[in-house]
């Protein structure tokens, strides 16, 4: 098992070479911001982290950690990199109250919560998580409340999501990546769409639903505020064009 040290983290930061050799490994840990335990083969990091308490960015990517580490009590931290790991529950957050940044993909977490204490969170990845055959991401409501007036970045492609209906509530979404899911109802991603006012760039490729005639165009029509669909713009000029004809030529575009 491998596991962190002081002398490791000392290691680990952009000002290693900087180093005033005078002060001791703790106290030059109280002082830096950024912390690189990334590709470490990390199974645990230890308490030795709380000496970090100035640490705004922390990436720990591409290690063997099966669980968020215990020891997190650093509330000056913005960015939190753990994705490619094996964590199985997101926990051991409630303190980092000016988190902006969270990113967990592929890990082999199944339900998104322990997400309370993040009033600040901006971004979240939560894309291709190791599931069990037959299982899908949850997502739980108290998590996605907390977040829900924050939250403008989310990431949940390739979990084998059948709706977005869930998540309807995250009112500020700017950017939403759902591709590579099991969406298969235009009636209910319409409903979804219609709620996310905000929402201008919207990944839904490598979904049955985009097989339904018209997909795009209804995407469209029920995305007002949409800008970039599956990385392809949408003009001015198509958008005007869609919603005359769903307004005027009796084309019913607009599902409910």
């Not at 997190?72 to 051991?92: A, F, G, K, M, V």
């Not at 995407?219 to 198509?238: F, G, P, W």
């Amino acid at each position: 098992m491998v596991k962190s040290s002081v002398a490791l983290l000392c290691k680990s930061t952009s000002t290693v070479k900087k180093r005033n050799i005078t002060k001791t490994p703790e106290q030059y840990l109280k002082q830096i911001s950024h912390l690189y335990l990334n590709s470490k083969n990390l199974d645990e990091l230890g308490h030795e982290i709380t000496l970090c308490q100035r640490l705004t960015v922390l990436y720990l990517y591409d290690n063997r950690l099966k669980s968020i580490p215990q020891y997190l009590n650093l509330s000056q931290l913005t960015h939190l990199y753990l994705q490619n790991n094996r964590i199985s529950r997101i926990e051991n957050l409630s303190s980092l109250g000016k988190l902006e940044k969270l990113f967990l993909s592929r890990n082999c977490i199944n339900i998104i919560e322990g997400l309370e204490g993040l009033i600040r969170l901006q971004e979240l990845r939560v894309d291709s998580q190791c599931l069990d055959p037959g299982e899908s991401l949850v997502f739980d409501d108290r998590s996605l409340d907390s977040i829900a007036n924050t939250l403008t970045y989310l990431d949940v492609s390739g979990n084998k999501l059948d709706s977005l209906q869930d998540l309807q509530n995250l009112h500020a979404l700017i950017s939403l990546n759902a591709s590579n899911n099991s969406i298969q109802s235009i009636n209910d991603l319409s409903i979804s769409l219609n709620n996310w006012s905000n929402l201008k760039e919207f990944h839904i490729h490598g979904n049955p639903v985009m097989k339904t005639t018209r997909a795009r165009d209804i995407i469209i029509v029920n995305a007002r505020s949409l800008e970039v669909l599956d990385d392809k713009v949408i003009s001015r000029s198509n958008r005007q064009f869609l919603e005359n004809w769903n307004n005027y030529k009796g084309f019913n575009l607009e599902l409910s």
